[in-house]
């Protein structure tokens, strides 16, 4: 069985919103992006949007979409399971880091 592989997004240096997402999280062909937003208010937090790999047999081509199978749906469930729990620590560790940490 596939594990979700998780990898770390990067931020433009020039912009103070992330471009990328701060984490993805992947099992088989879905992945959750994981994306860290500041409301106009100030307010910042986590969210995440669903995507689902694809290539076409015949001219080898590749693409991402927001559509999916009934066939994906334990890969769904459990990517959407992790992102989750991944936003509820990155949550918790952030209100417990110190104000420089929060700063850096």
Do not use: C, H
């Not at 701060?22 to 100030?42: E, H, M, N, T």
């Not at 995507?51 to 459990?78: H, I």
């Amino acid at each position: 069985m596939n594990e979700p592989v998780a990898t770390k997004g990067k931020k433009k240096e020039t912009d103070s919103e992330t471009t990328d997402p701060v984490q993805v999280l992947r099992k088989g062909a879905i992945a959750a992006s994981i994306w860290q937003r500041q409301s106009p208010s100030g307010y910042a937090y986590y969210d995440f949007s669903m995507s689902r790999s694809w290539k076409s047999m015949s001219t080898e081509k590749t693409g991402y979409s927001r559509n999916f199978f009934e066939t994906n749906q334990a890969d769904l469930f459990e990517v959407i399971e992790k992102a989750s729990a991944w936003i509820v620590e990155k949550r918790s560790s952030d209100k417990n880091a110190s104000p420089e940490k929060l700063a850096a």
